[in-house]
């Protein structure tokens, strides 16, 4: 049911954690399913530095987190906000279509994270 990516990512995710002096935060629930995602993020010049992410939810969500923080990292904040749920699922070679929603979470919580960042940051 699951690629190997998504097992891998389930099972070793990257950047787990917060980060204390983090300059953007974004988090996201699911309704239907109840699951929460936070990410944080430590941006420098535009660029991401770093991202760190807590899941509480299902396992394809923790992996969506887990490569939306891989994705990010390096990238302009600009270049982060056009990340979408399908690009994540894709870099996962894919999910099941019942588990497509969990995908919006990781871009989502992503995106909220650039705005609060740029809220606190105006230009
Ligand atoms: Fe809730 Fe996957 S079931 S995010």
Do not use: W
Not at 3 to 29: C, L, Q, W, Y
Not at 73 to 101: R, S, Y
């Amino acid at each position: 049911m699951y690629t190997e990516k998504v097992m891998d990512h389930f099972s070793n995710p990257r950047n787990v954690g917060e980060i204390a002096n983090a300059n953007g935060v974004g988090e996201v629930g699911n309704a239907s399913c109840g699951d929460i995602m936070k990410i944080y993020l430590k941006v420098e010049g535009d660029v991401i530095q770093d991202v760190k992410f807590k899941t509480f939810g299902c396992g394809a969500a923790i992996a969506t987190s887990s490569m939306v923080t891989e994705l990010a990292i390096g990238k302009t904040i600009d270049e982060a906000l056009v990340l979408t749920n399908q690009a994540v699922a894709e870099a996962l070679d894919g999910l099941p279509p019942a588990k497509m929603h969990c995908s919006n979470l990781a871009a989502d919580a992503l995106h909220e994270a650039i705005k609060d960042y740029r809220e606190k940051h105006p230009a």
